[in-house]
């Protein structure tokens, strides 16, 4: 099909992708250009070097169930974040052949970012074309995470059929969960970010955890990070459900997305049931020999699930 034929093509697909997800149509054109760079990402030879995780990887992991994201989160391994370093490599990404002449990828600017005040980063702003349609999205790239039991390979399921699926490496789900449970930790009550709470709902809801590695990786997250905790910690997250402000905030958010969420009072049970007995491990030095069963919602000792 010739480059013009198939950029048409892609394009009227996703428009009806668009009426039947109920994404809008630049939401679509986002997430189809995001899968670009995965693929090009794997044609460079840098695919090791980059762990996707975030938004993007949550995507990917709930096939195309969960809030999907504008921009890609990326922890990199083995080369320096250095800004003229991580430049060149995007440059070189962009470039990448994929047989997917019809779409181009170009770089716009390069900015260096600081998570809490403590990760350095770098955000590389793109902007893709697809004929006369132009799609801009953003990636950021940090270091200085820890990932239990480490970065797995993947393949990536694609959003439209007859294009590659581009196998990467991503971050685990044990990692994903520390993270998120070691910024509700760190700010308390002072959080504004009710997707770290929905996300540890969600996840406990639709996957298995082994409890040992899950207690490591919450952990060495806590620990990697400095994040002050007691034993008395979770008590404090507990409490959230009766917390007004928390309550208006988990609403303010619910508002804002399509899907239909529960009660800010059950997801802070499903935390209580999912991780205080990992944090009560933690704190006491125990290693926890439990599976987390998502079909039953409970932890079940390792020895029955033989």
């Not at 349609?133 to 007859?162: C, M, N, Q």
Request: glycine fraction near 4%; hydrophobic fraction near 35%.
């Amino acid at each position: 099909m010739a480059v013009k034929d198939m950029a048409a093509s892609v394009l009227t697909r996703l428009k009806n992708q668009a009426k039947e997800t109920g994404l809008t149509y630049q939401m679509c054109l986002q997430l189809f250009c995001q899968e670009e760079f995965l693929r090009k990402l794997e044609a460079s030879g840098y695919s090791e070097n980059f762990i996707l995780k975030g938004g993007m990887y949550l995507y990917i992991m709930t096939e195309f169930e969960s809030r999907p994201t504008r921009d890609i989160d990326f922890m990199i391994r083995w080369i320096s974040n250095d800004m003229e370093n991580m430049i060149q490599i995007m440059k070189k990404i962009c470039t990448a052949n994929t047989g997917n002449d019809f779409i181009r990828l170009e770089m716009l600017s390069s900015e260096n970012i600081t998570e809490e005040k403590e990760y350095h980063g770098v955000r590389t702003k793109f902007r893709a074309y697809i004929k006369n349609v132009k799609i801009p999205f953003s990636i950021d790239v940090g270091v200085d995470d820890v990932i239990v039991p480490g970065a797995v390979k993947r393949t990536v399921h694609t959003r439209l059929e007859g294009f590659h699926s581009p196998t990467i490496y991503t971050y685990s789900l044990e990692s994903t969960i520390a993270e998120k449970f070691d910024a509700i930790v760190k700010r308390m009550e002072a959080t504004s970010r009710m997707k770290d709470f929905f996300d540890i709902y969600y996840l406990s809801g639709v996957f298995d955890f082994e409890g040992r590695k899950l207690q490591e990786a919450i952990s060495c997250t806590l620990d990697h990070r400095g994040t002050i905790y007691k034993s008395n910690s979770f008590d404090r997250i507990k409490s959230f459900k009766n917390n007004t402000l928390m309550i208006n905030l988990w609403n303010n958010y619910q508002s804002g997305t399509k899907e239909n969420k529960p009660d800010f009072h059950v997801v802070i049970e499903q935390l209580e049931k999912f991780l205080e007995p990992i944090f009560h491990a933690v704190i006491e030095e125990k290693e926890w020999f439990y599976t987390w069963d998502s079909s039953v919602q409970k932890w079940i000792p390792c020895s029955e699930k033989l």
